[in-house]
């Protein structure tokens, strides 16, 4: 069984830029939920993607945006990048769309905007 | 709103000791509460959830909706269990909440 993997580990951008990263599911899973997390701070829910749909959403700007492939692999992106996005972000896959799934979290993506 | 409160940032305990880990969380409709634990060098994973009423590394808890109280607990603290705890609350809506963490550190 593979676990849920991110891509990249860190990156680097500028303030305007815009992001991609990457997320793999666990195998099985049809669920992926990603989530910003700054330091000191538990992470903080942006959207979920369910069956390559966006199934619930967070207090996020519309330039945060998803994508869910056929695969169930995602994609978060990040335009108009600003400092305060820097942050690890997370993914976390889950076997179904409900709320009493175990959600499987990846070893997160480090984002820094100067 | 939901919200997931963690009211202690960093705790403290020796070995052997009980420990307490303390979440209340906020929610109108039927919540499904967790425990995450991220260990040193490791990625989040789950704890226990309350739905399976399971006791996982000799931790219990118990969801009290009169209180809206989801609190971690252990009788004989160990060494290994120092790590970062998260409660978190998850809806059918497809959203969830995490509290703000609480680091705990067992001493010898």
């Known amino acids: 069984e593979t676990g849920v993997t991110q891509s990249p580990t860190h990156l680097i951008k500028t303030r305007g830029q815009q992001v991609t990263l990457r997320c793999s599911s666990q195998s099985g899973h049809n669920t992926v939920s990603w989530y910003q997390q700054a330091l000191g701070q538990g992470p903080q829910f942006i959207f979920q993607?369910?069956?390559?749909?966006?199934?619930g959403r967070g207090n996020f700007p519309p330039r945060f945006s998803g994508l869910q492939f056929p695969n169930y692999s995602s994609e978060l992106n990040v335009n108009a990048l600003e400092l305060d996005d820097s942050a690890l972000y997370l993914c976390?896959?889950?076997?179904?769309?409900?709320?009493?799934?175990?959600?499987?979290f990846g070893p997160g993506t480090r984002l820094t905007v100067l | 709103a939901q919200r997931v409160t963690q009211p202690e940032k960093l705790l403290s305990v020796f070995k052997g000791a009980p420990v307490e880990l303390k979440c209340n969380y906020s929610y109108s409709g039927s919540p499904e509460l967790f425990w995450y634990v991220q260990y040193s060098r490791q990625r989040l994973q789950l704890l226990l959830r309350h739905i399976s009423r399971e006791s996982i590394k000799g931790f219990t808890a118990d969801l009290n909706k009169g209180e809206t109280s989801f609190h971690l607990k252990k009788p004989f603290a160990q060494e290994e269990d120092s790590a970062m705890y998260y409660c978190?609350?998850?809806?059918?809506?497809?959203?969830?909440?995490f509290g703000d963490g609480t680091t705990l550190t067992v001493k010898p």
């Open positions: 993607y369910y069956r390559e749909e966006e199934n």
């Open positions: 976390a896959s889950s076997l179904g769309g409900t709320g009493s799934d175990t959600q499987y």
């Open positions: 978190a609350l998850h809806t059918n809506a497809g959203k969830s909440t």
